[in-house]
């Protein structure tokens, strides 16, 4: 049974931008699962942003998403407000090798204005499922590339509503983490790359997502890479896929929440599969490698929200 919300709009300031209360966050993410939020809050610019969390009640939690593509809602759903940054916070250009970008820019969309504009060394990007927003928070990479390598600078806003910056070492980047609080919500961020052919480029980006399409399930209702590499000294140097076929997890299912067959570190949403049943699954995976290899794994999903 479904909890009351925590929050309701008359609890809240007024605003420029769009609430929506009730909303349904399974739309919003890349698995199709979760209950829903409180109240949805979608800002009309930064300044917007800074008001809202200046005025609202600091025992209101305020929970910020991207476009869900590493995110697992839970079925019970979030209470108080989530934000979700849109086309305001979108915007990408370019100044020589200087990329600035908006956080709700697609990490995909970044690198292939990169790429026009013959900056080379954003072209990882391509391969990252998500926004700017969340490769800030996790440290995103793929194809030999990470955000460390390329930040310049980023800001976002904290919770009672002021602006904050952060160098790229005041990141405190580590693999798939950044030492940044939980309660900042970045909203921009600057690149360096570095001179290129634009042609070239766009070929390493067209190779990455032909392996890409080779490898993972992309296709699928899916999150992208459910755990985070292991310590390679535990593992003994295998990656998080060979620890999860190493416990006959690959394929493995609870209902319509399985372990890709592809690739055994993607989680997927055969249909209709709820946010139990993936989290239930993967625990069950993550229990069977602890006790069989010795490996602790940790989630690299987002899990947000409460269980029925």
Request: proline share 5%; aromatic share 6%; hydrophobic share 45%.
């Amino acid at each position: 049974m479904a909890r009351p919300p925590l929050v309701g709009l008359a609890d809240l300031p007024s605003v420029r931008g769009k609430y929506v209360e009730g909303a349904v966050l399974a739309d919003l993410t890349w698995l199709r699962v979760g209950g829903p939020a409180d109240v949805l809050f979608m800002p009309a610019d930064a300044e917007d942003l800074s008001q809202f969390l200046a005025a609202t009640p600091p025992d209101i939690p305020v929970t910020v998403l991207g476009v869900g593509s590493n995110t697992l809602v839970r079925d019970g759903g979030v209470r108080g407000v989530v934000v979700r940054l849109g086309a305001p916070f979108a915007e990408i250009s370019v100044d020589g090798t200087i990329v600035h970008a908006g956080a709700a820019a697609l990490d995909a969309s970044v690198a292939k204005r990169a790429a026009r504009a013959s900056v080379a060394g954003l072209e990882f990007l391509r391969g990252v499922p998500g926004t700017i927003g969340g490769a800030l928070r996790m440290n995103a990479g793929a194809y030999g590339g990470e955000v460390k390598d390329v930040l310049v600078s980023c800001a976002g806003y904290d919770r009672a509503g002021r602006r904050v910056e952060f160098t790229n070492v005041e990141m405190g980047f580590d693999y798939r983490r950044s030492a940044v609080p939980d309660g900042i919500i970045f909203t921009e961020a600057t690149f360096e790359g570095a001179p290129g052919d634009a042609a070239e480029i766009t070929a390493r980006m067209e190779e990455i997502m032909a392996k890409r399409e080779a490898s993972q399930p992309i296709r699928e209702k899916t999150s992208g890479s459910t755990f985070k590499n292991p310590d390679p000294d535990a593992s003994g140097g295998r990656s998080a896929w060979a620890m999860v076929d190493a416990v006959g997890g690959r394929g493995r299912r609870i209902g319509d929440a399985q372990f890709s067959e592809q690739h055994a570190n993607f989680l997927i949403n055969r249909g209709s599969a709820t946010a139990a049943d993936l989290e239930a699954l993967v625990e069950g995976v993550r229990a069977d490698i602890l006790r069989e290899e010795g490996v602790e794994m940790h989630w690299e999903v987002k899990r947000i929200g409460e269980p029925l």
